[in-house]
């Protein structure tokens, strides 16, 4: 199915420059994602073939009207527990389909365990059926509540298999298991271990950290800094993540390698950097910490460093200006709809 959208979006000014993957037919899942639509909006724009799946369970089609009626990008909404069937040859699987926000994956956590699980063994017999390079968007939350700090990719986690988390932190640690066993049967296979990514498209009911001070502070509402805000968080804006994606796409290299922002702040000075650029007045109120919240999270990026020759460029206020700059123009278009 190609979607067809009744606006036909400008082209968003593409920040991201990256290797060449003119001509390559890559399959994105998770397309109408927050992620996935900015990655296969720059892998259209770079001149590939992309087949994007999604069952919108969490994404929305909208994400996708940059490249919606794009001749290089046909939309299909599937949930990739079911087998995909995709005609003709393919360069490049990039597994990005899961719940990822805490609020989606604990509201869906059998989904979540499958599209992990399931989902990854289908993608994995996709990639190996077309001789495709299997890219698998893991996480930071393999490491769960680290002992170790930054971390390294050597680092084996903390993960508790049974707390509320566990459905998403062993959902990827099953689908990293998936990628090795593959890999080690001669599928070409890559695990980008990726660290908290905000920007633009963050569904509004997103439950993190970014979306929800945004929301707050831009409804002039009390900012909630969950425990007493000294929990720290390293972000990485998306255009900076896209990026280190097609880089380890076109690498060659396996990973696990870490993908994330080294600028380590802690929440609750999020929260009052995120209140200031709003130039909002309301106060922080402190609520209950969520079970299995990691403590202190900032990659080791040496390894990106040096096998991708990646390095985040966007700082953390400019990233967060662009993203308070999209996230009031939806404001506006929404306020604009209901009159
Ligand atoms: P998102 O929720 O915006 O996107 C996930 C997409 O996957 C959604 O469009 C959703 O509809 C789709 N999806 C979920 N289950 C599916 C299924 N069974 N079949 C088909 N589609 C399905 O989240 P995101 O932030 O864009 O995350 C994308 C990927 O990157 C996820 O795998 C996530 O684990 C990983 N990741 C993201 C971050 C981050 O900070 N954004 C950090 C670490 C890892």
Not at 22 to 29: F, K, M, Q, S
Not at 201 to 225: E, N
Request: hydrophobic share 40%; net charge neutral.
């Amino acid at each position: 199915m190609t979607i067809v959208t009744t606006t036909a979006a400008a082209p968003r000014e593409v920040h991201v420059d990256g290797p060449d993957v003119a001509g390559a037919r890559i399959a994105v899942t998770g397309a109408a994602g927050f992620l996935g639509s900015h990655l296969c909006e720059h892998l259209v724009r770079a001149g590939a073939d992309v087949v994007g799946f999604d069952d919108l369970s969490t994404g929305h089609v909208t994400n996708l009207a940059a490249i919606a009626d794009h001749r290089a990008f046909e939309f299909r909404h599937q949930d990739v527990i079911m087998p995909c069937r995709i005609r003709g040859g393919l360069d490049a699987v990039m597994h990005l389909a899961s719940p990822a926000a805490p609020g989606d994956y604990l509201a869906r956590p059998v989904a979540t365990l499958r599209a992990g699980s399931i989902g990854t063994l289908n993608m994995a017999e996709v990639a190996q059926a077309k001789d495709a390079l299997l890219v698998l968007a893991s996480t930071s939350e393999v490491y769960g509540d680290p002992l170790e700090h930054p971390q390294r990719e050597s680092y084996l986690g903390n993960v508790s298999p049974i707390g509320p988390r566990s459905v998403y932190d062993e959902a990827k640690r099953f689908a990293e298991a998936v990628a090795a066993a593959y890999a080690r049967l001669g599928t070409r296979t890559a695990i980008a271990r990726i660290f908290n990514t905000y920007g633009p498209r963050m569904s509004s009911g997103d439950s993190r950290v970014v979306p929800t001070f945004l929301r707050q502070a831009c409804a002039g509402q009390p900012l909630t800094v969950a425990g007493d805000g000294s929990q720290t968080r390293s972000l990485c804006y998306v255009d900076d993540t896209v990026q280190a994606l097609t880089r380890l796409m076109a690498s060659g290299y396996a990973g696990p390698v870490n993908i994330g922002g080294t600028a380590e702040v802690s929440v609750l000075y999020l929260a009052e950097l995120i209140k200031h650029l709003c130039g909002s007045v309301a106060s922080i109120e402190f609520v209950a910490l969520p079970a299995d919240d990691p403590r202190r999270r900032c990659p080791d990026i040496s390894l990106a460093a040096r096998k991708l020759g990646w390095r985040p460029k966007v700082s953390l206020a400019d990233g967060l200006a662009r993203t308070l700059a999209w996230y009031r123009g939806q404001v506006d278009i929404s306020v604009g709809a209901r009159r």
